[in-house]
């Protein structure tokens, strides 16, 4: 097939397209969600990717080279937003700018997607930055710099495993011993930084593979683990009272490994088909000598085994590059394939604004509820159910407007259908606290009692227990459960907890109850 020259107009719109996709995936962030940091990072590069492709497949179908798409354009792009990302890291370390969200992690919501994102560019374009002009070429040097500085300063463990890795695979070292002593290594050297987060991520690797065990061929199914894990916990403390791990649990929704939740969510099977896949595209990435991705893909499976790098899209789109750039898919498509694969993407693009304006309407509404406005959002949030009633989150707001409103029966019924689909702590605590404001006490008792057993070490569940035994004339439950609440150990001290602490001890000492 004959290519005609593209005109210099062409070009710059493409690179714009796939710059944009750069962008959106390590920039995005919008108080129009309810979700402000992960979620438009997705919309936004998810509708970047499809105008891109529209735009790939049609200069295809009329028989025009697409360079934008090439490798070299991307190394550059992607190394220049991640070092931008990495200054508005520091720059938020020194407080020159405000954070973004509640965590100081650059335009991410955690340090791990932050550090993650950084990691994966850092090799892309090294291999090559001898051939570049001297002003790309310092740009280039400048940027990795940054990155590097960016990762240190955010105290990323697997970041830092990720520097080391590099540093062997661009040192070209022959002794494949090296690379897991030095794994083994650092990883040593951050479990000591962080000891009580080694033992808690170990306490979760642990249920994890109990979930995978029993469920070995065929999984939990989609979002299995984020549905299933914390009733698995609760069930876990229920049978050990006094483990050490109940100061250390938290609410957790991911095993802290892509692999583990491979194999919870999809069995054994799965996750082995997984590993071959890796393996395959590690291979064909050495034997035609893209050694930049190779390396990125490495900090990729690397951060896969302690993190959840596939959470943000960045991580997504430097995947992508490397499996287009072993399959050189754009080659095999017969001519009217690119005008199919183009009216694919653009039919695409209309679902994807529908959940735009869907989501945009419900953090509108939780923002009314926000201010007190329960009766006023009412019909709004009733009217999303018809499009949301598969939706945990939404499911588990809308149950909370509704207790708020005074209108407990249904409260009822929404929250039972999001615990039916999705244990969590919040859950439970909210269907807790709804049945208590129905004075179901039984039921009001049941789940406070679950949701203390998911994470032993918050205290509102107790606190729940006790108003509820009193205000229902239960005192010597009351007193029981309030001497627990005043010899709990807070995993995160806090005012709350501390005021909950000190009214509790105030009734018990106004009733002459010792609790020394």
């Known amino acids: 097939m004959k290519y005609c020259t593209l005109p210099l107009a062409t070009k710059v719109i493409g690179m714009m397209l ?14 129009w969600f309810t979700d402000c940091m992960t979620l438009p990072k997705w919309l936004c590069s998810l509708a970047s990717s499809l105008l891109l492709v529209v735009a790939w497949s049609l200069f295809r179908f009329f028989r025009m080279h697409a360079p934008f798409l090439r490798a070299d354009g991307f190394f550059v792009v992607a190394t220049l937003v991640c070092a931008l990302e990495s200054l508005l890291f520091l720059a938020q370390q020194l407080s020159i700018v405000p954070k973004v969200g509640m965590a100081t992690a650059g335009s991410f919501d955690n340090i791990a997607g932050f550090a993650s994102c950084l990691a994966l560019s850092l090799p892309l374009g090294i291999s090559k930055m001898k051939s570049q002009r001297p002003v790309v070429k310092w740009l280039l040097i400048v940027s990795k710099m940054l990155c590097v500085v960016g990762i240190v300063c955010s105290g990323s463990r697997m970041g830092m495993l990720c520097l080391g890795a590099m540093v062997m695979i661009y040192l070209k070292v022959k002794r494949a011993w090296l690379l897991p002593v030095l794994c083994v290594a650092l990883l040593l050297l951050v479990i000591g930084f962080k000891h009580n987060s080694s033992i808690g991520r170990w306490f979760i ?3 994890s593979i109990e979930m995978m065990a029993s469920k070995p061929a065929t999984g939990w199914g989609y979002k299995g683990f984020e549905n299933n894990y914390m009733q698995v916990q609760a069930d876990y403390f229920k049978q050990h009272e006094q483990s050490a791990y109940a100061t250390l649990a938290d609410n957790v929704h991911h095993p802290l490994s892509e ?7 999809y069995g054994i099977v799965a996750l082995l088909a997984l590993l071959v896949v890796i393996g395959l595209l590690l291979k064909r990435l050495r034997r035609d000598a893209h050694p930049d991705l190779f390396a990125s893909v490495v900090a990729l499976i690397l951060f896969g085994l302690f993190s959840y790098p596939m959470r943000y899209p960045f991580s997504w789109v430097v995947l992508a590059a490397a499996l287009l750039t072993v399959m050189k898919s754009q080659n ?6 690119y005008l199919v694969v183009s009216a694919i993407a653009v039919v695409l693009l209309i679902p994807l604004y529908s959940f735009f304006k869907t989501e945009r309407c419900w953090a ?6 926000q201010c007190g406005l329960y009766k006023t959002t009412l019909p709004g ?25 005074g209108e407990l029966k249904q409260a009822k019924s929404t929250i039972t259908k999001c ?6 702590y919040d859950v439970c605590l909210l269907t807790a606290n709804i049945h208590a404001e129905a004075d179901d006490i039984h039921q009001a008792e049941k789940y406070y009692k679950e949701a203390h057993l998911m994470v032993p070490s918050r205290i509102m569940p107790l606190y729940g227990l006790f108003q509820l035994y009193q205000r229902n004339g239960m005192q010597l439950k009351a007193q029981q459960v309030g001497i627990e ?4 150990k807070i995993k995160v001290p806090s005012s709350k907890a501390k005021e909950i602490k000190e009214k509790v001890q105030f009734d018990l000492h106004h009733k002459g109850i010792s609790y020394d």
């Open 259 to 265: 692999y583990l939740l491979i194999g919870v969510n």
């Open 381 to 405: 949030y009733q009217k999303l159910m018809e499009r949301k009633e598969n939706d945990p989150r939404f499911l588990y707001n809308y149950a909370a407007v509704l207790c708020e409103a």
């Open 18 to 31: 796939m710059t944009l996709v750069v962008l959106s995936s390590v920039f995005s962030t919008s108080t």
């Open 485 to 488: 609440i005043i010899r709990s």
């Open 419 to 424: 615990y039916h689909s999705f244990k969590d």
């Open 205 to 207: 690797y642990e249920r």
């Open 332 to 337: 095999r498509l017969p001519r009217m394939g």
């Open 364 to 369: 509108g509404l939780a923002e009314k509820a």
